[in-house]
T-cell receptor, first 113, second 115 residues
Framework: DVKVTQSSRYLVKRTGEKVFLECVQD?????MFWYRQDPGLGLRLIYF???????EKGDIPEGYSVSREKKERFSLILESASTNQTSMYLC????????????FGNGTRLTVT | GNSVTQMEGPVTLSEEAFLTINCTYT??????LFWYVQYPGEGLQLLLK?????DKGSNKGFEATYRKETTSFHLEKGSVQVSDSAVYFC??????????????FGAGTRLAVHP
């Protein structure tokens, strides 16, 4: 079974802090994604990566950056956390071939106070 | 652009009732369609998918048929169980830079099943 592991289930950070969310997958998938999930809005794509050191902006990249130094690891970085970034963050991975399903981690619930 | 619209929840049913969760989409081309389920405290997992018009996806008693003429992919189950209580997301595949696949999700529909 594909396993996507997010390093923290819950995080509480202060406004202005730099925050790192880590994600590791064990199936050698090329594609990795970061989504945020908010009630009534579903999942919105923040950033994705289709190869090591490659990254592309999704629909809502403002206030975020990412890092992919190794194929199995994809990090989401909040440069200066703000209260409107309080959300559930979901990492996912998939093989490169088209229409493959995404495999999700269990999510990190981030609260910024 | 591509988009997905789901019926608002929550949907509250008694055990063994019939379930329908409506999903309609707007898309160019011929996307694949998916239903994902999120159980409490977990990430999303694929429930079923359909890759072309008139395909029926099915899994765990759930079914959905890809209807191009009505741009719909409604989720159905004949007899729900308490363990089906979860949030259900309809999604379609779209294209990303470089032609890589991405998913566009609906807002999600919460289902609560009572004994």
């Amino acid at each position: 079974d594909v396993k996507v592991t997010q390093s923290s289930r819950y995080l509480v950070k202060r406004t202005g802090e730099k925050v790192f969310l880590e994600c590791v997958q064990d199936m050698d998938h090329e594609n990795m994604f970061w989504y945020r999930q908010d009630p009534g809005l579903g999942l919105r794509l923040i950033y994705f990566s289709y190869d090591v050191k490659m990254k592309e902006k999704g629909d809502i990249p403002e206030g975020y950056s990412v890092s992919r130094e190794k194929k199995e690891r994809f990090s989401l970085i909040l440069e200066s956390a703000s209260t409107n970034q309080t959300s559930m963050y979901l990492c996912a991975s998939s093989p490169r071939r088209g229409n493959s399903p995404l495999h999700f981690g269990n999510g990190t619930r981030l609260t910024v106070t | 652009g591509n988009s997905v619209t789901q019926m608002e929840g929550p949907v509250t049913l008694s055990e063994e009732a019939f379930l329908t969760i409506n999903c309609t989409y707007t898309a160019t081309g011929y996307p694949s369609l998916f239903w994902y389920v999120q159980y409490p405290g977990e990430g999303l997992q694929l429930l079923l998918k359909a890759t072309k018009a008139d395909d029926k996806g099915s899994n765990k008693g759930f079914e959905a048929t890809y209807r191009k003429e009505t741009t719909s992919f409604h989720l159905e189950k004949g007899s729900v169980q308490v363990s089906d209580s979860a949030v259900y997301f309809c999604a379609l595949s779209g294209s990303l830079a470089g032609g890589y696949n991405k998913l566009i999700f609906g807002a999600g529909t919460r289902l609560a099943v009572h004994p």
